[in-house]
């Protein structure tokens, strides 16, 4: 099984996805799997000699991990068996859709694109009748401005398909939308410095700007899951952000269990997400974050992948979701975790919290 890691060689970016592979390769050794890393950050443990049966030093591009893919079948042995990308954050999941398919074990590729992908996912969203901000993609300041004159300011302007809450920006007025909008034309999103075209710099219609109505005084939520091939899924948290909606989640502290939302509203929470895996028929983990505002949900995303919040719910309920999902990509189901005692025994609703 190879295993792909969070990528960046930035000292102490990733730790949270580096906890994720880690575990995958310690869970699916175990299980009596061969183990293939493929990271490049020297300062973590998923790139230490023991982790895993072999480690490839190499970058998180496509050019890349095919090459590993290819070394690795040439040697004999079995072969790839198939490949984990939802356990290292976006950089390998961004990869999904240019790997053979058959090898992308888990939440299918199309699944991941469509829950990238914010046209297709504001129309799943409408089908499955779950609220969100309004909104719309732009290409350039005529378009955004014309998404701002629907939905009104406050706005959140942000850039697709890049590592979470890069180049995010609050706006207020139009001389904000305009600013955030220049910037965002020479955003960068494979890494190098914003302001920097590069190979991925600028803005089209396969990388459009996010624009959205933004929140104010909302609490925001994360919940972190895992779902196996039978549709059973394992609640792992849902957890209530202290800091107001708009404060990246990566910059935010949180609880579990949530201190300030109800029954009802947990209800909601959990009816949504379960709702989101079964149309998006996830095979592993799935993030998903929301915005209540006087008790009304709103979905903002979801990520059918592991979030940097599971290995603190993880900690925090004693649950090892990262495991758990590693084996559940490679074909297990949370009833036979539950056999081997991996998986807490409980029936549907929020008690492995």
């Known amino acids: 099984m190879v295993i792909l890691g969070s990528g960046p060689n930035r000292i102490g970016q990733g730790i949270e996805f580096d906890y994720c592979c880690v575990h995958a390769s310690m869970a699916l050794r175990e299980a009596g799997f061969e183990t293939v890393m493929v990271n490049c950050n020297p300062e973590t443990v998923s790139t230490d000699y023991d982790t895993s049966d072999r480690l490839y030093f190499e970058p998180l591009t496509e050019e890349d991990v095919l090459g590993v893919i290819e070394a690795e079948q040439a040697a004999g042995g079995g072969g790839v068996a198939g490949v984990l990308v939802a356990l290292g954050g976006q950089t ?26 914010r046209e297709r996912w504001s129309a799943l969203c409408a089908r499955l009748e779950i609220p969100q901000p309004a909104g719309g993609t732009a290409t350039n300041l005529a378009a955004a401005r014309a998404v701002v004159e629907r939905i009104g300011y406050p706005a959140l302007v942000r850039p697709s398909y890049v590592l979470g809450g890069r180049a995010m920006e609050i706006v207020y007025d139009d001389e904000g939308l305009e600013r955030a909008m220049e910037e965002l034309a020479g955003f960068r999103g494979d890494g190098g410095p914003a302001g920097s075209l590069g190979r991925e710099g600028g803005l089209s219609a396969e990388r459009p700007v996010l624009v959205d109505r933004f929140l104010e005084d909302a609490v925001e939520v994360d919940v ?93 309920t004693g649950v090892p979701l990262a495991k758990l999902a590693a084996r559940v990509m490679v074909g297990a189901t949370l009833a036979e975790l539950r056999a081997e005692g991996l998986a807490p025994e409980h029936g549907p609703g929020r008690t492995a919290q």
Request: net charge negative; glycine share 10%; proline share 7%.
């Open 224 to 316: 972190d899951a895992v779902r196996d091939r039978t549709g059973d899924l394992l609640l792992g948290g849902i957890m209530e952000h202290v800091e107001e909606a708009g404060v990246h989640s990566g910059d935010s502290a949180c609880a579990i269990w949530p201190p300030t939302l109800g029954e009802e509203a947990l209800a909601v929470l959990e009816g949504y997400t379960r709702a989101i895996a079964d149309a998006l028929e996830v095979v592993g983990p799935l993030n998903v974050q929301y915005a209540v505002k006087q008790g009304q949900v709103f979905v903002i995303e979801a990520n059918p992948r592991a979030s940097r919040t599971l290995p603190f719910v993880a900690k925090a």
């Open 92 to 117: 390998p999941l961004k990869l999904a859709g240019r790997l053979p398919e058959q090898m992308v074990l888990g939440t299918s590729p199309a699944a991941i694109d469509l829950a990238e992908d």
